[in-house]
């Protein structure tokens, strides 16, 4: 066990659609990632917060958004879903930028 | 940018002989390098690290890496495959603390009983 909880740990919706990824970090871990997983892409970095404040980013489409709250949890707000969404999305925390601990992952299904 | 790139997609051991995951990366600056493995319908799980120090790093079920500066490689090893040890490796390399991780495409290791 990583120590990092994403839910749901699977979702299936339909394309037009909005959903949102929870991921809770590992205790007293500040900075959270999250990634999308797709059998064509591999691991694509989507964007990075720091206690709070967005860090990085990557290849986040406009239709995705993300945000850190005070207690640290993260979101991760997908809208207008397509069918090319479907994917595995990745969340990981990190302390004083180390290791990076992932959680399970929450499996998307657009149809 | 930093980059990491896996040659192969698939690698294929008899079990109980010793296996190579290739890995070779860009960075600018001294790179952070990390191996992951991601058994079927789980998350990425972390191995081993190199940060700094010895080129040769131990990490957990009996894997270890060779970071190698002149030839930018961080090639995963162990001497003596197991079947279980079939899974999804990924190397990753971070340009400094607290950055993203960037992931190579990923090897597909087959242990062969």
């Known amino acids: 066990d990583s120590g990092v909880t994403q839910t749901p740990k699977h979702l299936i919706t339909a394309t037009g659609q909005r959903v949102t990824l929870r991921c809770s970090p590992r205790?007293?871990?500040?900075?959270v990632y999250w990634y999308q997983q797709s059998l064509d892409q591999g691991l694509q970095f989507l964007i990075q917060?720091?206690?709070?404040?967005?860090?990085a980013k990557g290849n986040i489409l406009e239709r995705f958004s993300a945000q850190q709250f005070p207690d640290l949890h993260s979101e991760l707000n997908l809208s207008s879903l397509e069918l090319g969404d479907s994917a595995l999305y990745f969340c990981?925390?990190?302390?004083?930028?180390?290791?990076?601990?992932f959680g399970q992952g929450t499996r998307l299904t657009v149809v | 940018a930093q980059s990491v790139a896996q040659p192969e997609d698939q690698v294929n051991v008899a079990e109980g002989n010793p296996l190579t995951v290739k890995c070779t990366y860009s960075v600018s600056g001294n790179p952070y390098l990390f191996w992951y493995v991601q058994y079927p319908n789980r998350g990425l799980q972390f191995l081993l690290k190199?940060?700094?120090?010895?080129?040769l790093v131990k990490g957990s079920y009996g894997f270890e890496a060779e970071f190698n500066k002149s030839q930018t490689s961080f090639h995963l090893k162990k001497p003596s495959a197991l079947v279980s040890d079939s899974a999804l490796y990924f190397c990753a390399v971070r340009r400094s603390g607290n950055t993203p991780l960037v992931f190579g495409k990923g090897t597909r290791l087959s242990v062969i009983a």
């Open positions: 205790s007293g871990d500040l900075s």
């Open positions: 917060y720091y206690n709070g404040e967005e860090r």
């Open positions: 190199y940060i700094t120090g010895d080129n």
């Open positions: 990981a925390s990190s302390a004083g930028g180390m290791s990076a601990f």
